[in-house]
């Protein structure tokens, strides 16, 4: 966390100085129109490629396109709330994560949660009752992932294998507030600048672009009429390197159907934004996510992991923790914090993925069984390590580990609380199933959970056996140095830490 708060700070620095430096001047940018694009295009946008509507097989685009537009109709296309410089924002595009099963996808402090897509050979895909009602519709999707996938692989001879796609949609005349593009004075932004996060290193990115047919213009409304078709301005993806001001930027504009790629580094050197057209417009974004901790199979192995640590005894009903060795401990902790952090995560975006998609929903349900087990092993941590009668050799490096758990955790739950209070207010806007939960959430009375949700009077309590660990220490090395300078005792003090 810190390290991301400094990495911010870093950029807004950086940012600041571009946008000081280039004052009321605006970069110059290329189009296909402009003398030089092709040129600028080999020489600081090698990476990317277009691939032409036309370039793909007919029949695709029918396929790919009816499925996109199901999906919109039916209401599994929801703008994300995301953090942005601190503040919550609503994603002026509607999204949807569809991918691997198991896979969630991290940007902008939110973690989506994929709906699966059809995998070949899957278990649960054989029972009807568990397909996602979309799934059918994905099925030609994936028809369009796996295509681009090979064709990626002829290019690059890499073996790479897309594992999600974000699905985006946007209706320009639906927004009334679109930013405008600050640097180059490109147009109005669907999506601002970024680089596409949580992406293994040299990830391509495919983009599947689909403008809706315009809708005929009533009477007497203003339009450029050329014989029976409309002069309608296009959607286009800008592309900047990033942090330079002296490069041209690029305006790559998109017809129905067109693809295009970011290859090799691209996404990491350059920044790219996507820039509104007239009518409406879907995009299939296709890329590799890091799965090495953002897949279902990896939470509930850490889950499993500080399970372990759990001993209960069955004639005495009673639970006990198994090794306190601190860095089991420590471990343990983490994992806690983590999976604390995929529950809210899932119920900061309401109850959305349950109204379309039911597959995370029993995997939630254990998570949250888990987690509260996890609870109970924080508070048997505690009683260990405020108990006085156990005279426990490394008792003050448990409260260490204990102290630092629970201060993150506080933190956690503070900036959790603050962004669920913060969003009730844009959230009103929102259907109730769509509205952030406060979820884990408990009053300090609930009987059922065995520690408080606010941490700070155990905080506290955990502070000052410390506190109190380290004066008892003082007291007795200067008794030591006392006794023995007067030669009272002139052996040295048998020492060992206790925390009284
Ligand atoms: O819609 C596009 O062309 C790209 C969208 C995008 O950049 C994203 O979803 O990360
Ligand atoms: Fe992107």
Redesign the pocket.
Known sequence: MKRSDDSEREKRRKRRRLIQELGEQRIPYLSPADPGFQELWDSSYAGLALRQSSALPDGLHERVQSALITLQRRGCLLRDLVRVRDRDVFTAVSRALVGQPGYTYRYLDTRLFTIPWHCEGEEGQKDEKEKPCCDSDLRDDRLLEEKQEKEKKEEEEEDIQFNIT?I?YMDPSAMTQLKEEPYYGMGKMA?GWHH?EDLVPLSPVA?Y?YSCPAEPKKEGERSNVLGTAYNIACWR?GLKVAWDIHTPGLALPLQSGDCYYMTADLNRTHQ?C?LAGETARF?S?HRVVQCCTGTLDYIKKRCSEALENLHTDPEKNTKSLKSLLPSALQRIEDIHNEVFEWLRQYWFQGRRYARFCSWWTKPMEQMEKDWKEMERMTQLLLDVVEDENTAQENRREMADVLLNALTDRQQHRQTWRDRYVCQSSLAQTLPAEEAPADRPYWSNEDPDMPLPFDLSEIINRVESLLWRGKVSRNKMTLWGCMTSLTGVICVPLPFTWRIV
């Open positions: 974000i985006n999506v596409d983009v672009s993806v790219h996507v995009s974004t």
